[in-house]
C-alpha cells in the first residue's frame, strides 16, 4: 500500500520559517509529480507547489519567492521549504504523488501565528 508521510509542521510566528518533508513508499518515486496542497479552515485545498520528474516546478502565485519545492529521488522524499510565512498561510499542509494514479498524504498543520 502506498503511503505518503507529512512532517515538520508546527506552529510558527509570521515571518518565521518551516521546512516540510513528505516520505514515499512503495512507489517509482522518480517517476512522480510530488506536489503540496493547503487546506485553510472554510476553503478548499488549493496547490501551493508541485516538482515533476524532470525537477520543473510550478508555485501558487502566493508563495512565489518564499517557498520552494525540492526533491531527493534517493531518499523518496519530496521537501518544502517555507520562508517569510504569513498567517494566510495556515493550513493543513497535504503532499500529493500523481503518475498512473494519485496519493495523498494525511497531512500536517502549519499555523502562523504572534
Known amino acids: 500500500q502506498v503511503q505518503l508521510v507529512e512532517s515538520g509542521g508546527g506552529l510558527v510566528q509570521p515571518g518565521g520559517s518551516l521546512r516540510l518533508s513528505c516520505a514515499a513508499s512503495?512507489?517509482?518515486?522518480?517517476?512522480?509529480?510530488m506536489g503540496w496542497y493547503r487546506q485553510a479552515p472554510g476553503k478548499q485545498r488549493e496547490l501551493v507547489a508541485r516538482?515533476?520528474?524532470?525537477?520543473?516546478?510550478h508555485y501558487a502565485e502566493s508563495v512565489k519567492g518564499r517557498f520552494t519545492i525540492s526533491r531527493d529521488n534517493a531518499k523518496n522524499t519530496v521537501y518544502l521549504q517555507m520562508n517569510n510565512l504569513k498567517p494566510d498561510d495556515t493550513g493543513v499542509y497535504y503532499c500529493?504523488?500523481?503518475?498512473?494514479?494519485?496519493?495523498w498524504g494525511q497531512g500536517t498543520q502549519v499555523t502562523v501565528s504572534s
Open positions: 516538482i515533476t520528474s524532470g525537477g520543473n516546478t
Open positions: 512503495p512507489i517509482i518515486f522518480s517517476r512522480y509529480t
Open positions: 500529493n504523488a500523481a503518475y498512473a494514479m494519485t496519493y
